[in-house]
């Protein structure tokens, strides 16, 4: 079983800056890619930032590179988000997200999700 629990979402102007958080545990030996996603009201969910522990390789989408980051403490097994710059277009639920196998841009093949956390840029 594996449990992902988000933190970190809040409001904030046009050029703020948050960081989200997520803490997983549970089983978490077999997860490979694990990393966030974003949907916004009336869209799909998309990838944001996902990592693998395989490679060591992040990719960040285009929508928000060089403005977010992503960073893990694998001491405490948390996975972070780091928001720079934030725009309206920002604004949506975030998720955490992880599963086996490669990583992919597909949220449909996730296994494990956090509750999500509001992000909100005015």
């Known amino acids: 079983h594996v449990q992902l629990v988000e933190s970190g979402g809040g409001s904030v102007q046009a050029g703020g800056s948050l960081k989200l958080s997520c803490a997983v545990s549970?089983?978490?030996?077999?997860?490979?890619?694990l990393g966030w996603f974003r949907q916004a009201p009336g869209k799909e969910r998309v990838r944001v930032a996902l990592f693998s522990t395989g490679t060591g390789i992040t990719v960040i989408a285009d929508a928000v590179r060089g403005r977010f980051t992503y960073s893990r403490d694998n001491a405490t097994n948390t996975q972070y988000l780091n928001m720079n710059d934030l725009k309206p277009e920002d604004t949506a639920m975030y998720y955490c997200?992880?599963?086996?196998?490669?990583?992919?841009?597909?949220?449909?093949?996730?296994?494990?999700w956090g509750q999500g956390t509001q992000v909100t840029v005015s």
């Open positions: 997200a992880a599963k086996q196998g490669g990583c992919t841009v597909r949220p449909d093949v996730f296994r494990y």
């Open positions: 549970g089983r978490t030996g077999h997860l490979s890619c």
